[in-house]
């Protein structure tokens, strides 16, 4: 069954920091991968996902297949990337299903 | 407006009277799914639908149960809730199942 792992559940920089939220996913075929983003009191709503490989909010996140990673990443934070962020990992879960599975979460809190 | 919409937004009820929480969606979309958000464990797929009576466990489906009688609502039925199922409710839908899932706001329910 395919996994998404967010290793760490908050992170605070300062603001002008850059940033680096993990995933890792475990999956055996070739993955539909995705950021979503929640800002506060906000529902979630999607950041960006690897086959457009477009810079939103100025957030990038390349795929390794080697290392199983989709890094999210930002040169330098603002207040306003302060929100939860999830990776989701689009696949194939067997019997002719498919499932969005999401990681746990990072809460991203920028310091300004 | 293209929008997902669920009610209630805040439901309180007590253990074992029979509750449904609504999701619409007006994009035509074809997938819908219902995610549950608990601290510390994320978003949990709790059933999906990838088109007109056609639905599949999650996660987690354990005491619920859903129904897509048309494209545009996808209702989430609880038939005898219980204290565990305590949480915040997501509904989400998409033009295919790869593609970016829009969420509705939000149904926090407590069972007390």
């Known amino acids: 069954a395919q996994r998404v792992t967010q290793p760490e559940k908050l992170l605070s920089v300062f603001k002008g920091a850059p940033v680096e939220l993990k995933c890792n996913y475990s999956?055996?075929?070739?993955?539909?991968l995705f950021w979503y983003v929640q800002y506060s009191r906000q529902r979630l709503q999607l950041l960006l996902r690897?086959?457009s490989r477009e810079s939103i909010k100025g957030f990038t996140a390349d795929l390794n297949k080697g290392e199983t990673s989709f890094h999210l990443k930002k040169p330098f934070a603002q207040e306003e990337d302060s929100a939860m962020y999830y990776c989701?990992?689009?696949?194939?879960?067997?019997?002719?299903?498919?499932?969005?599975?999401f990681g746990k979460g990072t809460k991203l809190s920028v310091i300004p | 407006e293209a929008q997902v919409t669920q009610n209630p937004r805040y439901l309180i009820t007590v253990t074992g009277k029979k509750l449904t929480v609504t999701c619409s969606q007006n994009?035509?979309?074809?997938?819908m799914s219902w995610y549950r958000q608990d601290p510390g464990l994320g978003l949990r797929q709790i059933y999906y639908?990838?088109?007109?009576?056609?639905?599949d466990k999650g996660d987690v489906p354990e005491g619920y149960k859903v129904s897509r009688k048309e494209k545009r609502n996808f209702p989430l039925i609880l038939e005898s809730p219980s204290p565990n199922q305590t949480s915040l409710y997501f509904c989400?839908?998409?033009?295919?199942?790869?593609?970016?899932?829009?969420f509705g706001q939000g149904t926090r329910l407590t069972v007390v």
């Open positions: 989400a839908s998409s033009l295919n199942m790869n593609t970016e899932a829009f």
């Open positions: 999956y055996s075929g070739s993955p539909e």
């Open positions: 690897h086959i």
């Open positions: 989701a990992l689009f696949a194939y879960s067997g019997a002719g299903s498919y499932q969005l599975t």
């Open positions: 994009m035509n979309h074809e997938y």
């Open positions: 639908s990838m088109n007109v009576e056609v639905t």
